[in-house]
């Protein structure tokens, strides 16, 4: 299983507040990388502006296929059981879905299944002409192969950027560009480039290691030419890696881990954690929290992504892109770059 479910993902739900770490009620900014007003405070990254972007660009890229190659992009998502939050995120990726454009095909499956059946359906997914992309949602319920099931996807419709191909093809030092990549993770280069930030020569400390998030954001941010640090659980003195980075990105799933004493002043913080506290002053008797402890880091940061509004509307407008780029991908078209790179070179 994988350690840390990110961007849509629920990261340690119920974890603590760190008790100097007192949030305030103000909500997310409504512009990318909002000014702040108040001096030493960080700008906010916003997630949900700039996924409004995208979203808006992968719309248009739908209508042109359509138009001129006469192809509409197909999306399945495939379900196993009902975690509330699973079902919860597979709505939202379908809403989106449906919203650009997209042929979808839904496949819902009791946490019963066995795994011979959901393989089954995989396969017949692989064999549908009309579905360029396919989503199994993690995790999967105990006793399910959730490595075998990955597998079986063709690596043409691995929209979710999971297979060794993709991986491999992101990892390498001038590797083919991957078919896709890993949506929460290119979700956050997506922030970091639309809201001006240079990556080339950078320091980059990134927190987890998952192969959801961390590895393949590390893999990135190196093949932008940062220098990466990758810290986890087995890691000495994070605090003193951490404060060393230009660029954070805190992808660990514990509430609030990361403090402002930790960071250096001026860096860049991705903060990727969903996390839920106790929280008597709201209805519902949680609030939602990142990974970083966010009042503080404001104070000492240059950016940062706030939580709720920050990755996680990204990692749903990258699966949008990725199944783009694959119905592309089908007609021998070439990919709509993720990285761009000063000397106009984009990969
Ligand atoms: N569960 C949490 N995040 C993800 C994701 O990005 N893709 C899939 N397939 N499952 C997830």
Not at 135 to 161: F, M, N, T, Y
């Amino acid at each position: 299983m994988l350690a840390f479910a990110a961007g849509l993902a629920a990261g340690a739900a119920g974890g603590s507040a760190g008790a100097a770490c007192v949030l305030s009620k103000k909500s997310a900014a409504s512009k990318n990388a909002e000014k702040s007003p108040v001096r030493g405070q960080a700008d906010l990254i916003s997630g949900t502006e700039i996924s409004k972007e995208v979203r808006k660009e992968v719309k248009e890229q739908v209508e042109q296929l359509q138009r001129e190659h006469g192809c509409q992009p197909g999306l399945a998502v495939v379900i196993v059981g009902a975690r509330d939050d699973s079902s919860r995120y597979v709505n939202m990726k379908k809403k989106a879905a449906a919203e650009v454009g997209f042929h979808s095909v839904d496949v819902a499956l009791p946490e019963t299944v066995t795994e011979a059946v959901l393989l089954a359906e995989v396969a017949k997914l692989n064999a549908n002409p009309k579905v360029h992309g396919i989503l199994v949602q993690l995790p999967l319920p105990k006793g399910i192969d959730e490595a075998r099931v990955l597998r079986e996807i063709l690596v043409e419709k691995d929209v979710d950027g999971f297979s060794a191909a993709n991986i491999g093809n992101l990892c390498l030092k001038d590797g083919s560009p991957p078919l896709a990549v890993p949506c929460t993770p290119a979700g956050c280069i997506e922030l970091l480039q639309r809201s001006g930030v240079e990556v080339a020569g950078k320091d980059a400390v990134v927190i987890g290691r998952s192969n959801i998030v961390g590895m393949p954001v590390a893999a990135l941010l190196q093949s932008m030419n940062a220098t990466v640090t990758v810290c986890h659980s087995r890691t000495k003195d994070m605090k003193a890696k951490v404060q060393n980075a230009d660029i954070v990105v805190a992808a660990l799933g514990k509430a609030e881990f990361v403090r402002g004493d930790w960071l250096k002043p001026g860096c860049v913080v991705i903060d990727v954690g969903i996390n839920t506290v106790p929280d008597a002053s709201k209805k519902a008797g949680v609030r939602m929290v990142g990974d970083v402890c966010t009042e503080e880091a404001k104070a000492v940061a240059s950016k940062i992504t706030p939580v709720p509004g920050g990755v996680g509307p990204m990692t749903i407008a990258m699966l949008l892109k990725n199944t783009v780029n694959l119905a592309r991908n089908s007609l021998v078209l070439p990919r709509v770059p993720l990285r761009k790179e000063a000397n106009g070179v984009n990969h």
